[in-house]
T-cell receptor, first 114, second 111 residues
Framework: QKEVEQNSGPLSVPEGAIASLNCTYS??????FFWYRQYSGKSPELIMS????GDKEDGRFTAQLNKASQYVSLLIRDSQPSDSATYLC??????????????FGTGTLLAVQP | KAGVTQTPRYLIKTRGQQVTLSCSPI?????VSWYQQTPGQGLQFLFE???????NKGNFPGRFSGRQFSNSRSEMNVSTLELGDSALYLC??????????FGPGTRLTVT
């Protein structure tokens, strides 16, 4: 089992729709969860962080965390063509204590169709 | 506030050579982490430095090393380069156990 798993996609959604990106992780001790957006040829850009169970909203983005199910998701409302990118789920590696070591999923490629 | 900066942005080296990459974190950030990104393996953690001490290390050979200076700037070194070391090397900074912000990366090509 991979430590952080994401569907590689591509996930294709029409402009204006809701894009739903999912991620599961294996380390039950993880406490910090992040979503990064990476455009082709660029470095990852942090778009959301979540630490507690439930939902966290920031503009068009909502992160959802369920530690019991070891599941974290990202919803993008009113998707725009400019949202087309690879979305990386990252989880802090907590074995041995809290760390800044992030384990990344392979990323989900999102394509928003105009 | 200035972001994370990395130099150089692009580098071409030949097998067997060594290379040093530099990273300047966001002002006030004391933690610097390094990652390697390749199409086949994705983003992989190399190591993290905090207050000039290596706090975590990933599963990379000893050819990969790093250090951090008192001003939090960090360098990573790869010795005896191999073709498989061709990758995008990313530096990320954070205040401590918080969000990490990435620099633009250094694209290393080994021929």
């Amino acid at each position: 089992q991979k430590e952080v798993e994401q569907n590689s996609g591509p996930l294709s959604v029409p402009e204006g729709a809701i894009a739903s990106l999912n991620c599961t992780y294996s380390d039950r001790g993880s406490q910090s969860f992040f979503w990064y957006r990476q455009y082709s040829g660029k470095s990852p850009e942090l778009i959301m962080s979540i630490y507690s169970n439930g939902d966290k909203e920031d503009g068009r983005f909502t992160a959802q965390l369920n530690k019991a199910s070891q599941y974290v998701s990202l919803l993008i409302r009113d998707s725009q063509p400019s949202d087309s990118a690879t979305y990386l789920c990252a989880v802090n590696w907590a074995r041995g204590g809290a760390t800044n070591k992030l384990i990344f999923g392979t990323g989900t490629l999102l394509a928003v169709q105009p | 506030k200035a972001g994370v900066t990395q130099t150089p942005r692009y580098l071409i080296k030949t097998r067997g050579q060594q290379v040093t990459l530099s990273c300047s974190p966001i002002s006030g950030h004391r933690s610097v982490s390094w990652y390697q990104q390749t199409p086949g393996q994705g983003l992989q953690f190399l190591f993290e430095y905090f207050s000039e001490t290596q706090r975590n290390k990933g599963n990379f050979p000893g050819r990969f090393s790093g250090r951090q200076f008192s001003n939090s700037r960090s360098e990573m070194n790869v010795s005896t380069l191999e073709l498989g070391d061709s990758a995008l090397y990313l530096c990320a900074s954070s205040r401590d156990l918080y969000e990490q912000y990435f620099g633009p990366g250094t694209r290393l090509t080994v021929t």
